[in-house]
């Protein structure tokens, strides 16, 4: 099973993804914005990343580029957990380097789905 | 498998009360003209939150509401568009109606829409009359029915040509997940393509160098891939390959597609009605507090402590001698310590910011200010001052009310206050601080402030007091005849004094919750109610007095002096009420053991102890067989744990494990006949 990284300051939406990842056996841990999550980041190492796009002190996408420049982290799949149906956002995220997204509403189902995709 | 996301709900309703408590805070703030970014930055992230939860709780019509609303701040956002007023009232209007949507949701109640939709067409007007309409909704309706028609039924499967760029890897994506995936949707046969594959001296690992070529056909269940969900795979990697989708077709009819679209429609729907009846199981609230951490670890190391001792004290316990006092002795003290300091680390826990209690203010004193025509700035001090948060649910509507006073008739309209030499803009000031035990909350103002002579005309008019005891009265006592129920009902005061209706429920309020309220004015300056109350309602600081072989508890907050009653001062009025001369005052004797049935016989007052109380801005004695000492006693209800009875409001345990009831000073009063006594108003 995988170790995953969930970014989101909104705790019920950690929460509930966490949830979902823990109940089919993956390790999780929460950060509840980007700063946090790079502190995180310095000393551990993930199979996964999932962040959310907006967030105080340090958003989603610029979380994704200062992970990228992490050695540990260049190929670690980073999804960006979102609302933002703008192609724009999700474009701007590509460009810091992110795997992929995901878009809200979030579906549990759908989560694992997508995952399985990313870890194979 | 499912998961079952029910039990995050309210957490998702805690979060969304703050968040649009962040909005409505922005939004103020943006009114006041702050142009700050960061500030629509918390709005526009707030606003999202909330739509994202929304959605993935099937809330779809708060959902959509607020994606309305994020549309347009985010063109705030951009720069696109200005932060005008008119656009700032229709948002916080907008945030009014998300409070009610949730709070419908929450009580399990489906929301009424009609308000929002209202609001809803207004913002998609500014929206779409503005510079630039961001399409947000129509691109998602339109990703929603994008069930691509293909060809008409005669597609057979799929040729693709996937050449990543060589930087594809660098985002975390694979093409062998990918192409793994593909295998999923139906039967692969590929082709590779290595022809970009430099020598091995040459490579760089971390590029993509090799390319496919695919044939996707229908799998064992014999339907041919969806193009959408082929689309979904390479939809991450659209920029960082080529990709060609062909399909291949055949003349023969393929499997009925459609029904099989249908039958996942049908299974789509059948999950989300799932979800709903779910969404019925648990709609009431549980009341929550939020803690930090740090306080429940404090808490943890008292306990450990705790439990430290109490094996030390185990220990001692099995074969005691007389020479272990002194340990056994020490043993207790820090028994008594740790258990004092776990008393008041719990109390910690349920204490909360007073400015939860204040937030609400902005947005009243900005709404009210506008519509009386009035320029009011809203001051808060002392913000972080901390309260029990009983106490403070229960001291919302008093302040409320005294706020809601302070702006209707304490300040003037700009005018008066330019003629009065003031200016034009009053202040209404809240502050709250810790005294002793006790919190104050103050609501003050530079209003007119209150007139000494009129209010007195008032009360002279009627009968509460002659003309000439008028005279000696003190300020603080006119003032406070304004809290008086048959005083502050009379429709006139609020016209000639400016405070008026319904402060006596504020006073009986406070008093409930065994605090008091004063007030201080200057005329023509202004006016200051300030409210005090006890920290916290689970511990009173209580006075314990023996009554006819039981122990009582009086709160020590009523209480104004002691006194062995000598018989020359005791005086009668009428046949059997006894009154007692104190000083220049005479006040109402009272004998709680005859109202409470616990002593029958008709005791001597000469050499016994009164206790002089104050209770509803009256003073009263009672008489009690032994005044004991004083402690901190912890309230227990009685009415849960027995049934309510007159007279008293709760019982605690003393320390020699005795029950002991407390004194319900309201309710003692109201039995001994004496509420609607006149007579007894503390008069000078």
Known sequence: ????????????????????????????????????????????????????????????????????????????????????????????????????????????????ATIKRVLG | MSVDLEQFKEMFYEESSENLEAMESGLLELSEGGTDLDVVNTIFRSAHSIKGGSATFGFTSVAGFTHVMEGLLDEMREGKREAEAKIIDILLESVD????????????????????????????????????????????????????????????????????????????????????????????????????????????????????????????????????????????????????????????????????????????????????????????????????????????????ELVITQSMLSQLGEDFDMSQMERLRDGL??????????????????????????????????????????????????????????????????????????????????????????????????????????????????????????????????????EKDAELWSDEQVFNLLFDAGFSTAEKLSDLSGRGVGLDVVRRNIESLGGRVDVASKFGEGSSFSIRLPLTLAVLDGQLFRLAGQTFVLPLVSIIESLQIRKELVGGVGSNAEVYRLRDQYIPIIRPASILDCSDKHESLDGGLLVVVEWDNRHVGLLVDELLGQQQVVIKSLETNYQKVPAISGATILGDGKVSLIIDLAGLFELSGLMNDRAFRIAA
């Open chain 2, 333 to 466: 003290t820090q028994l008594e310590r740790n258990s004092r300091e776990l008393q008041e680390s719990m109390m910690r826990m349920r204490m909360q910011p007073v400015s939860f209690a204040f937030n609400r203010f902005p947005r009243m004193v900005h709404d009210i200010g506008q519509k009386l025509g009035k320029q009011i700035r809203l001051e808060m001090v002392g913000e972080d001052t901390e309260m029990d948060k009983t106490v403070m649910e229960k001291l919302n509507d008093p302040l409320v009310h005294l706020v809601r006073n302070s702006m209707d008739h304490g300040l003037e309209p700009p005018e008066e206050r330019i003629d009065a030499g003031k200016d034009p803009e009053g202040y209404v000031r809240l502050r709250a601080f810790h005294q002793g035990g006790s919190i104050v909350v103050e609501i003050s103002d530079d209003g007119r402030g209150l007139s000494r002579e009129k209010i007195l005309g008032k009360a002279i008019e009627k009968g509460v007091v002659t």
């Open chain 2, 97 to 304: 109606v998300l409070r009610a949507m949730l709070g419908s949701h929450q009580e399990g109640e489906e929301p009424d829409d009609e308000r929002a939709n209202i609001l809803k067409s207004q913002l998609v007007a500014i929206r779409d009359g503005g510079v630039s309409s961001s399409s947000g909704s129509e691109s998602q309706a339109q990703a929603a029915d994008s069930s691509s028609e293909v060809s008409g039924g005669t597609c057979q499967g799929w040729n693709i040509q996937f050449s990543p760029h060589e930087d594809l890897l660098q985002t975390g994506n694979d093409p062998a997940l990918m192409i793994r995936e593909l295998g999923v949707l139906g039967t692969l046969s590929l082709e590779m393509d290595d022809s970009r594959l430099p020598s091995l001296d040459a490579m760089d690992p971390e590029l993509a160098y090799l390319q496919w070529n695919m044939t996707l056909k229908s799998g064992e269940d014999g339907n041919v891939p969806n193009q959408d969900a082929i689309e979904e795979i390479f939809e991450w990697v659209e920029d960082e390959c080529d990709l060609t989708l062909e399909a291949i077709e055949e003349k023969r009819k393929s499997p009925d597609r459609r029904a099989d679209e249908r039958r996942q429609n049908d299974r789509r729907q059948g999950s989300r009605r799932g979800g709903e009846a779910g969404a019925k199981k648990t709609t009431q609230a549980a009341a929550s507090i939020r803690v930090g951490t740090e306080r429940i670890d404090a808490m943890m190391d008292l306990v450990g």
């Open chain 1, 1 to 112: 099973m995988a170790k995953i990284m969930i970014v989101d300051d909104m705790a019920s939406m950690r929460k509930m993804v966490s949830f979902t990842l823990e109940s089919v056996g993956h390790e999780v841990m929460q950060a509840d914005d980007g700063d946090v999550a790079l502190g995180i980041a310095q000393e551990n190492t993930f199979d996964l990343v999932i962040t959310d796009v907006n967030m105080p002190n340090m958003d989603g996408i610029t979380l994704t580029k200062e992970l990228r420049s992490i050695p540990s982290f260049k190929f670690t799949p980073i999804l960006l957990l979102t609302t933002e149906s703008a192609k724009d956002k999700k474009m701007s995220g590509k460009a810091a380097g992110a795997t992929g997204w995901l878009v809200k509403p979030f579906d549990p189902d759908k989560l694992l």
